[in-house]
């Protein structure tokens, strides 16, 4: 058997590892190159090693950095099958046409301010040709084994995100696991990751290999936040992810007000793609930790304004009230309509509940600037800017140390890590250096491995 990887070396985008036999060719995750320009142009390099030709590709999450290269090998003329977990389709089924149509606007904007060497530049795949792409996915279960040719496949859940799965793949004997990305044991939404099957060879994910993550309680610090913004009497306004993050607010926010820890205020859910996130939550509730009836409680206590005049309407609300709307790091989206409207009001609060990627108009507030640019203008920043830390939905180098301990794995172990930067690929192998007696590798961009 060949391993050779495709991506998520020493970043931790663009995932994708080839395994081959003598007659069987499987991609574990095709995800897109994202952050770093020298990076996002791999996106647009000649496919390596005719990966449009693969019998099939499994798929351990919905995350793009994980999927959304899927619809650029089916504008080549892939058409196997993609098999994954259903929840993860119900997510895909929003996230790859959302890329697609980012990608199409994005186009556009180099077109019209002269941007681009090209003439014309194209998308890297359009909305039309994701949703056609998703026609390929196919539902597996955990747990469940399916064969391509001579490898078989299982996936095994492991919190992160709804229907977020490891894969182990075995052929003559010889068992692989590839970690995908890696939950948390005491997450407020999602399971704890499941102890990973006896595996001989393991590839890791190390997005936290050199940071533990804040000891500080979540309840504690969003209560204290709310209860603070609720006092100045302004609008309490928080940038998020649609996936995920939406949804683990709106419990965290419900929860409070059901338990008198913060004043009931309208909560506004202004995203679209949120909203629809949010129904695909509450159809698998059974994959994480809320039951239906806290699905539900959640869904009739917060507003939706799916329509724009909805959205719109939102402005003429006075008196405290939350907004949650994307983008999560502020980077587009309906969030930048409401800090228009808000941001030089001193009464205003903006809360980050997520990771701010540096140069993004997040980690800029974050850090203090005076005035951001919104839309061309800029803004007086008054409001105050709050953060949110310890709802990461990656395990840190210590949880994933744990779950190691849980899992059935040899002594003699062989790994490689892989999705971390640099920084954190090194401290992670530092750490199971000296922890385990297994045999640690940081995975090569282009690396070919022959078991
Ligand atoms: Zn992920």
């Excluded at 990608?103 to 014309?120: I, M, T, V």
């Excluded at 060879?201 to 204290?224: A, F, I, K, M």
């Excluded at 995203?271 to 239906?292: D, Q, T, W």
């Excluded at 172990?413 to 954190?424: C, R, S, T």
Aim: proline letters at 6%; a negative charge.
């Amino acid at each position: 058997m060949h391993l050779t990887f495709l991506g998520g070396c020493e970043t931790v985008t663009g995932s994708k590892f080839l395994l081959e036999t003598e007659t069987t060719r499987v991609l574990v995750d095709c995800g897109m190159f994202q952050g770093y320009k020298w990076l996002r142009r791999r996106n647009w390099q000649p496919l390596p090693l005719g990966i449009q030709h693969v019998d099939a590709i499994v798929l351990t999450h919905a995350h793009l950095d994980h999927s959304g290269f899927i619809p650029v090998l089916y504008k080549h003329g892939f058409r196997g099958p993609v098999y994954t977990h259903p929840a993860t389709i119900g997510l895909c089924s929003l996230l790859w046409p959302d890329s697609g149509k980012l990608q199409e606007e994005d186009a556009k904007y180099y077109h019209r301010h002269q941007l681009s060497r090209h003439q014309n530049p194209e998308p890297l795949y359009d909305q039309a040709m994701a949703e056609e792409a998703l026609q390929l996915l196919q539902p597996v279960d955990f747990k469940k084994t399916f064969h391509v040719g001579d490898i078989t496949f299982t996936l095994y859940p492991m919190g992160h995100i709804l229907g977020a799965a490891c894969v182990v793949a075995e052929h003559g004997g010889l068992r692989i696991g590839f970690s995908g990305d890696v939950g948390r044991p005491n997450d407020i939404l999602m399971m704890p990751p499941e102890p990973m099957p006896p595996v001989d060879v393991l590839l890791l994910e190390s997005t936290y290999g050199n940071q533990r993550h804040s000891p500080e309680e979540p309840w504690q610090q969003l209560t204290d936040i709310v209860n603070e913004a609720a006092a100045d009497g302004g609008a309490l306004l928080i940038p998020s992810f649609a996936v995920g993050r939406a949804q683990l607010l709106q419990h965290m926010l419900v929860t409070l007000m059901a338990q008198r820890k913060i004043p009931r205020m309208p909560i506004f859910l202004d995203s679209p793609m949120a909203i629809k996130a949010s129904g695909v939550y509450c159809n698998y509730h059974e994959f994480h930790r809320l039951s239906a009836a806290q699905c539900i409680a959640a869904e009739e206590q917060v507003i939706f304004t799916p329509s724009v005049e909805e959205s719109k309407s939102i402005a003429a609300q006075r008196g405290p009230h939350i907004i949650i709307a994307g983008s999560g790091m502020a980077t587009g989206g309906r969030i930048l309509h409401h800090f228009k409207h808000w941001l030089a009001d001193y009464r205003t609060t903006v809360l980050f509940a997520g990771h701010q990627a540096g140069g993004t108009r997040g980690a800029k507030m974050v850090q203090g600037v005076e005035r951001i640019k919104v839309h061309g203008d800029w803004i007086p920043l008054k409001a105050k800017i709050r953060r949110l830390n310890g709802l990461s939905g990656h395990a840190d180098y210590a949880e994933i140390g744990d779950w190691l301990k849980q899992s059935k794995l040899p002594a003699d172990l062989k790994v490689y890590l892989v999705h971390g930067e640099p920084d954190a690929l090194e401290a992670m192998s530092d750490y199971l250096s000296q922890t385990t007696s297994y045999d640690v590798h940081i995975a090569d961009y282009m690396g070919v491995l022959h078991f």
